[in-house]
C-alpha cells in the first residue's frame, strides 16, 4: 500500500526529491517517515512527521533535507539538497495508516513500509 519513487544517481551537491504514496481505502496518513540503510549499516531515521505537524530530521540532514505530506494526495515527500556520498542508501518510507472500510463501518490502524529506492550519491 506504500509506493516509493525518486531515488537515483546523483552528483555530489545535486538534489533528489522522494515520493512516498499511500494507496488503497486511506482515511489518513498520521504518520510518514523516512529511513535509509547504507550497505553494512542500521537503518535509520532520516525525518519524520507526526499528524499533528512535528518534525525531526537526523543532525546529519538537518538544514539540507526536507519532509512533507500531501494529505489531499495521501503521499509523503523528502526533497534532498546538498547530496552528500555520505548519503548513499535504499531510502524507505514508513506511514501509520489509518483505512477504512465503507461496508463495515470500520477504521483500521496500521503501519505500512514502502519497498524502498536506491539513491546513490557519487563524489
Known amino acids: 500500500q506504500l509506493q516509493a519513487s525518486g531515488g537515483g544517481l546523483v552528483q555530489a551537491g545535486g538534489s533528489l526529491r522522494l515520493s512516498c504514496a499511500a494507496s488503497?481505502?486511506?482515511?489518513?496518513?498520521?504518520?510518514m517517515g523516512w529511513y535509509r540503510q547504507a550497505p553494512g549499516k542500521q537503518r535509520e531515521l532520516v525525518a519524520d512527521?507526526?499528524?499533528?505537524?512535528?518534525?525531526n530530521y537526523a543532525g546529519s540532514v538537518k538544514g539540507r533535507f526536507t519532509i512533507s505530506k500531501d494529505n489531499a494526495k495521501n503521499t509523503g515527500y523528502l526533497e534532498m539538497n546538498s547530496l552528500k556520498p555520505e548519503g548513499t542508501a535504499v531510502y524507505y518510507c514508513q506511514a501509520h495508516l489509518t483505512t477504512v472500510d465503507l461496508v463495515a463501518n470500520t477504521q483500521t490502524l496500521m503501519t505500512r513500509w514502502g519497498p524502498g529506492t536506491l539513491v546513490t550519491v557519487s563524489s
Open positions: 488503497g481505502s486511506i482515511h489518513s496518513v498520521d504518520y
Open positions: 512527521m507526526r499528524s499533528n505537524g512535528d518534525i
